[in-house]
């Protein structure tokens, strides 16, 4: 719950309007009709309740495209809200159900609509989380479903996640660019969005990497660690990607 302390101000003395200024993690609902519900009594509230609908809808958009470009990996079924922990405010930790954050949505459908850039590290968060809960559909689970939602994150949005992912990153580049057409631009951290369809292969080989090490995780450790220590670890990918059975 957040709980701020605000002045009620006129917006003019013969305007009959009045204004309350928001914080700047709520500057997302502008446009966004709210209901305001007074709670009488001896301490009396006014509830500002925002019409969310709009970020649903923006998940579920979300959430067909990654239908599409998981397509070769397998069929995540349609879009559930109840999978998720979905909160106004990104929560800063998570256990069970991935989190959403309906300010990420309704930034995102503000960039749509008003033909403003798009907020990456909103759009990184909502993808990540999405696929993670698309993952365990898919048969990974707990880490290694968390490390491919990481990665899809990146390279859709283009926005580095941190927190040691540097050897992921790398390896999901190398096998989505992998095995693209020449003439097209390759894939990766710049991936455009307009075309899932073109991420299915890649995407399908990044899941497969990402399943192996779940299968075998001494594996995942070992390549975390001949990477740090600057080995080409390419070579040892493809071979693990042809034993996999996907």
């Given amino acids: 719950m957040v709980s701020l302390t605000r002045k009620v101000r006129s917006a003019g003395r013969t305007s009959g309007s009045i204004e309350i200024t928001l914080?700047?993690?709520?500057?997302?609902?502008?446009?966004i009709e709210?209901?305001?519900?007074?709670?009488?009594g001896a301490r009396p509230e006014i509830v500002i309740q925002p019409d969310i609908s709009i970020a649903s809808a923006v998940f579920a958009e979300q959430w067909d495209k990654l239908r599409v470009a998981f397509h070769q990996i397998g069929d995540?079924?349609?879009?559930?809200?109840?999978d998720f922990d979905v909160s106004f405010l990104p929560p800063r930790h998570w256990s069970e159900k991935p989190p959403l954050s309906y300010r990420d949505a309704l930034a995102l459908h503000h960039a749509k609509h008003a033909a403003v850039?798009?907020?990456?590290?909103g759009l990184s968060y909502v993808i990540t989380f999405l696929t993670v809960g698309a993952a365990y559909r898919l048969g990974l689970e707990d880490r290694y479903a968390l490390?491919?939602?990481?990665?899809?994150?990146?390279?859709?949005?283009?926005?580095?996640a941190g927190n040691g992912t540097d050897f992921e990153e790398d390896v999901a580049f190398q096998l989505?660019?992998?095995?693209?057409?020449?003439?097209?631009?390759?894939?990766?951290?710049?991936?455009k969005?307009?075309?899932?369809?073109?991420?299915q292969e890649g995407f399908r080989r990044i899941f497969g990497q990402v399943r192996v090490w779940q299968e075998h995780p001494h594996l995942y450790e070992e390549h975390r660690r001949l990477w740090s220590g600057n080995v080409n670890v390419q070579s040892r990918v493809d071979s693990l990607w042809e034993d996999s059975t996907l």
Avoid: K
Avoid at 76 to 82: H, Q, S, T
């Fill in 76 to 82: 995540i079924g349609p879009f559930r809200l109840a």
């Fill in 176 to 191: 989505l660019a992998e095995r693209q057409d020449e003439a097209q631009p390759p894939l990766g951290a710049l991936f």
């Fill in 193 to 199: 969005t307009a075309r899932w369809e073109d991420a």
């Fill in 34 to 40: 709210c209901r305001l519900i007074l709670r009488d």
């Fill in 147 to 160: 490390v491919f939602g990481v990665l899809v994150g990146y390279l859709v949005s283009g926005l580095c």
């Fill in 23 to 31: 914080p700047p993690e709520m500057q997302a609902l502008e446009g």
């Fill in 117 to 121: 850039e798009i907020d990456p590290s």
